[in-house]
């Protein structure tokens, strides 16, 4: 039934993932064909048709090897998560299968959990991180955390503290990060407000809450803006002040991105009919 529910283009571009799939369709992380081709399928009708997603300067992601996505986190929900997964498998040549970190608490929830190990999110633990990049494996991680998404609207593209940890494994495992700038999260969830009550219920750390209530995504025009890769060097185990100055480049280097990327946002807005 999975099977018959994927498109033909995602089946064709699921087979051409560089991914040890056994003859059950399984991989070592027990990512899933079949899993995997509903799911694509049903992202790629967000990526392409809702949320009109375009990516800039993509060809930036190495082709094959490990490399760790760094991007900024917005929106109230994981739309961006999603949609960074998105334009590497649909856009990429050839397409890869970025793995995301999932936090403690989705881990809980009955209906999705199953889902996330058969598409390739795994607990977001460093056991989990560097076996994947060793593997040569593409981790996307979102330092600000479950902070970035919880964002207010007023304080939009405003990055919040990095986590350090996603640089003590790059060093460790000396894979290069690729910088890049998700924008129209922001836009997509306007979250004014957050609804503790039912974050206590769900087992979140928020709710969202927009000006038309749900916290359900308009449809609004995204674009992702790749950096060219940074390396850095070291052991992973540098003072904290060291490895702090690394992280505040990568910042510094999507505080960029996302400038640039706010403002041909604006210009591709301008230029549509």
């Not at 003072?239 to 991105?257: F, M, N, S, T, W």
Request: with cysteine; glycine share 10%.
């Amino acid at each position: 039934m999975l099977r018959q529910a994927t498109s033909p283009e995602v089946r064709e571009r699921i087979e051409a993932l560089d991914l040890p799939f056994n003859r059950w369709g399984l991989d070592p992380y027990g990512v899933s064909k079949a899993h995997l081709g509903l799911f694509l399928t049903s992202l790629g009708v967000l990526y392409k048709h809702y949320f009109r997603v375009r990516a800039h300067n993509i060809q930036r992601v190495p082709s094959s090897g490990p490399v760790m996505l760094i991007s900024n986190h917005s929106g109230g929900l994981p739309v961006d998560a999603g949609m960074i997964l998105a334009s590497m498998f649909f856009d990429h040549d050839p397409p890869r299968l970025a793995h995301g970190m999932v936090e403690k608490f989705a881990q809980n929830w009955p209906f999705l959990s199953p889902w996330f190990s058969r598409v390739g999110q795994l607990p977001g633990l460093p056991e989990h991180a560097k076996r994947l990049l060793t593997d040569g494996r593409v981790l996307m991680a979102f330092p600000e955390g479950a902070r970035g998404t919880g964002k207010l609207y007023r304080d939009r593209y405003q990055l919040v503290r990095f986590g350090t940890g996603f640089m003590r494994i790059a060093l460790e495992v000396g894979i290069p990060i690729v910088p890049l700038a998700f924008i129209g999260g922001e836009e997509a969830i306007p979250t004014v407000y957050h609804a503790k009550a039912l974050a206590k219920l769900f087992k979140a750390p928020y709710v969202p809450i927009t000006p038309y209530l749900l916290p359900l995504p308009l449809p609004v025009h995204c674009e992702i803006h790749y950096g060219e890769p940074m390396q850095f060097s070291g052991s992973g185990n540098e003072p904290d002040d060291v490895i702090e100055g690394h992280v505040a480049k990568v910042k510094e280097r999507i505080e960029q991105l996302i400038a640039d990327g706010r403002s041909s946002r604006s210009r591709n807005l301008a230029d549509t009919p």
